[in-house]
């Protein structure tokens, strides 16, 4: 029995021995493969090679949201230097205390654990450094399985042969779970602190220090979590106190309770913007492994949240007073013209609202803009030299090859300044200047040396506007909203007024790759002159408000105030109402509507869109005081001259009412005045005398209105007292001295007109022409031939001569009863 108990144990001691020996030729192994590996394995990649979160915040860091990484885990990769040094020295207390005195695997704990472990086969105690769980979770390793230990042992000294201590503390720091899918310290400092790493506290580093080694149960956002942190930080604090004696103060602030965010309580601020911003560029902010980089998973945003909160908070207060009106949408933002951020957007009224479509960002959609783009069209017009401020326009009713323009109210208003025509919105004046643009390239063109003039339409295609269709497609209508263009385009058009016609881009995030740099430095560039943008902008401020406040005000003394210039737009069957501002060093552009496109006669840019324009206005002002900048006349090409107010023209004593314009010498058409005439008109007939006799006569002002004018004004029931006609002494000589020639309407000149062949190669073409007041009859001739005759003392009949022309090349001419005359050169082609 006793020899049956030796042997035995002799067996058991033999197994011991050749299991000990099986181990110790693992570990030899190991340590020649470990040294193999040390030598010649590459440097792995340790931040690069996983999907990362995105982080955006406003201007002043409030997080606005964070998204999850490709594989649903919240990721930030943090640098070093970004991380509290007391988050540092605590993870390194609990985790790794002789984290600088080994090399990556501290050996003499691991011979202790393997001992425990598998010698003993006692209780499961680890020895993993730092380094070593770098390597478990960059490789994903089993490490609790004996295979999975040596492989983790391996890839630490490979680890530790390629990086520093402080790289791999970087990466652990990077790489550690803290509980849910939070991966990293960064994002764990911002998800339940709301803070940079940078910031935290001493009783947060020492709360979060403790979370890696068991991240399940110890997870901050639940109560168990927090009570199993509690326990878990005791003998931490004690290290820490023996280790950093001079904290004990601030140590006592660890067990004070702190308040912890949930990640399901993470915020989703400005959605529109933080939408905005991620699809701008998406290999700048890309969450794959192959585009992320460090700098681009923090994006800080241009837009302040407090100021955007409040701009919502007037927006959806301003749709709920006006449910009644059908008001259920609506989208604003606004750019500061200097810097050219984005400073709050709002996509639409509720981004939860599914029934208006709440998720769809209003200020990115391409919408019809109404009259919002006629500012523009004078800008043209006015670096052509067809108008300035105070020149007197045409409000009349007028067809362009088959496109007739009305306005708002249907009616016309006959003779109108520039300035009013724009600030009045008068669509056949904006449609004849976008004409005059297109009949002014063509000429210029044709010349040998041809001055660049811009269209409309090239206009907006050197602004950059998106998806336009072929210029042929819109025609004249394009002024009158006939294209589509989004509200942040817009925007970046009315900043180009406040920037004195530098149109630039308008930004979204601070930080800015160096190809952005050099695309928005090239797209620089003046769109218009200096002195138009001024005048446009000058003209703008006219524009009476709704019910403004008083800190925007536009009158006498308006240099003391706010000045806004702004403009209203309403689209075809009123599916659109507009507004846009330009106050101080913001552009804010207001839109209400439905995304649906459904009309509404309510939507009406004046009085739907304007109103809640200065309603934000306000609120941006007494959130922060806008800046106000005004412009000196001595930096621009400009001058003052007094002109006749009715006319637009250069002031003369018979003008009834004198007032001011500025004027941009040697381009903008300047002209004495013919409209007021001063007559001598016998005391007994009432007839106009030739001598001044003034014992026979007396002196008295009469207005020469165009023929074109004097028929409207008949048809709006105005008397306009006619001059007196001449005394039948007068000579011809005496009576063509002064007046006009006429101008002729239509045909246009060196138009061709084409007619089918198969209609026997007749066309109808209308005779109009514009005469000065004194003449009573049109006389019509082609290629010498008489057509015809208008009887211009009847303003009754708007009905224009038709000529039926056959084809071939013609000279047509007009004269009037008093031998003033004009032509133009035609041409009719028949086509098959």
Request: hydrophobic share 40%; net charge positive.
């Amino acid at each position: 029995m006793i020899f049956s108990s030796k042997l035995n144990s002799i067996k058991r001691f033999r197994q011991r021995l050749a299991f000990r020996f099986k181990v110790f030729l693992v570990i030899c192994l190991a340590l020649f493969t470990g040294a193999l590996m040390y030598l010649l394995l590459p440097k792995p990649n340790l931040a690069n090679y996983q999907g990362y979160s995105v982080a955006i915040f406003d201007r002043n860091d409030q997080l606005l949201r964070i998204s999850l990484a490709r594989d649903d885990r919240y990721r930030l990769y943090t640098p070093i230097d970004d991380i509290a040094e007391h988050l540092q020295r605590a993870t390194i207390l609990y985790e790794d205390q002789n984290y600088y005195a080994h090399s990556g695997v501290d050996y003499p704990a691991l011979v202790r654990a393997f001992w425990q472990t598998y010698v003993l086969q006692e209780r499961r105690i680890g020895a993993s450094t730092i380094v070593m769980q770098v390597a478990r979770l960059r490789w994903n390793i089993p490490s609790q399985e004996l295979s999975g230990k040596i492989e983790q042992i391996f890839r630490a000294l490979q680890l530790a042969r390629h990086y520093s201590k402080k790289e791999l503390l970087e990466a652990y720091l990077n790489l550690a779970p803290y509980g849910g899918n939070i991966q990293g310290i960064g994002a764990a400092s911002l998800i339940y602190f709301d803070k940079p790493a940078s910031a935290l506290s001493l009783a947060e580093a020492i709360t979060l220090a403790v979370v890696p080694q068991n991240p399940n149960w110890r997870n901050p956002s639940t109560s168990k979590g927090i009570a199993a942190i509690a326990v878990a930080k005791e003998p931490l604090l004690e290290r820490w106190l023996a280790q950093y004696p001079r904290t004990e103060a601030a140590l006592r602030l660890a067990n004070v309770p702190l308040f912890v965010r949930k990640a399901k309580n993470l915020p989703y601020s400005a959605p529109h913007f933080v939408q905005h911003l991620l699809s701008q560029q998406p290999q700048n902010f890309a969450m794959s492994s192959s585009q992320s980089t460090a700098s681009g998973q923090k994006i800080k945003g241009t837009i302040d949240l407090k100021l955007q909160n409040r701009l919502e908070e007037v927006l959806q207060a301003y749709i709920t007073q006006n449910q009644s009106r059908g008001f259920n949408n609506a989208s604003a933002l606004l750019l500061n013209s200097k810097t050219m951020h984005i400073e709050a957007m709002l996509g639409s009224a509720d981004f939860d609202n599914a029934s208006i479509q709440g998720q769809v960002n209003g200020t990115t959609a391409k919408r019809s803009p109404g009259s919002t783009l006629k500012p523009f069209v004078y800008a043209l017009a006015i670096d052509a030299g067809l108008i300035h401020p105070m020149t007197m326009l045409k409000d009349l009713p007028k067809k362009y090859a088959g496109f007739a323009p009305e306005n708002f109210g249907k009616g016309f208003v006959g003779p109108i300044s520039a300035q009013d025509a724009l600030i009045r919105s008068r669509n056949v004046p904006a449609v004849e200047l976008q004409s005059q643009l297109l009949k002014r390239q063509a000429l210029l063109s044709s010349q040998a040396n041809p001055e660049k003039v811009l269209t409309f339409y090239d206009f907006l295609k050197a602004a950059g506007i998106t998806q336009l269709r072929e210029r042929d497609f819109y025609g004249l209508a394009l002024a009158l909203g006939g294209g589509e263009v989004t509200m942040l385009e817009l925007t970046e058009l009315y900043a180009m007024i406040a920037n004195l016609g530098a149109h630039k881009r308008a930004v979204s995030t601070y930080w800015v790759s160096a190809e952005e740099v050099k695309s928005n430095a090239s797209d620089k560039h003046n769109l218009v002159s200096p002195e138009a943008a001024f005048l446009v902008f000058d003209m703008l401020t006219k524009n009476p408000k709704p019910d403004a406040p008083t800190a925007f005000y536009n009158g006498p003394d308006r240099e003391n105030k706010h000045q806004v210039a702004w403009k209203t737009g309403t689209s075809w069957a009123f599916r659109d109402a507009w507004a846009v501002a330009i106050s101080g060093d913001y552009v804010l552009a207001v839109w209400i509507g439905n995304f649906t496109g459904e009309g509404n006669n309510a939507f009406i840019g004046r009085t739907a869109a304007g109103p809640l324009l200065f309603k934000l206005l306000d609120a941006v002002n007494r959130y922060q005081s806008t800046q106000f900048d005004p412009i000196r006349l001595q930096q621009l090409d400009l001058k003052w001259v007094d002109i006749c107010k009715t006319t637009g023209d250069l002031y003369k004593s018979e003008c009834p009412e004198k007032s001011k314009t500025l004027f941009i010498p040697g381009v903008s058409p300047i002209k004495t005045a013919n409209i007021y005439r001063k007559l001598w008109v016998d005391n007994i007939t009432g007839l106009r005398r030739c001598d001044q006799n003034s014992a026979l006569a007396k002196q008295k002002i009469y207005a020469f209105w165009p023929t074109e004018f004097q028929s409207l004004f008949a048809q709006a029931g105005v008397h306009i007292e006619k001059p007196p006609r001449f005394m039948p002494n007068c000579g011809f000589d005496d009576i063509v001295a002064e007046g006009d020639k006429p101008q002729i309407i239509s045909p246009q000149s060196l138009l061709n007109y084409v007619v089918e062949s198969s209609l026997k190669s007749i066309v109808s073409i209308p005779l109009q022409a514009n005469a000065d007041a004194q003449a009573s009859y049109l006389y019509w001739f082609a290629n010498g031939q008489f057509i015809g005759n208008n009887d211009l003392s009847d303003t009754s009949n708007h009905t224009p001569l038709i000529w039926k022309a056959k084809t071939g090349d013609y000279e047509v001419q007009v004269s009037d009863d008093l031998g003033r005359s004009a032509s133009v050169s035609v041409q009719v082609q028949a086509v098959k």
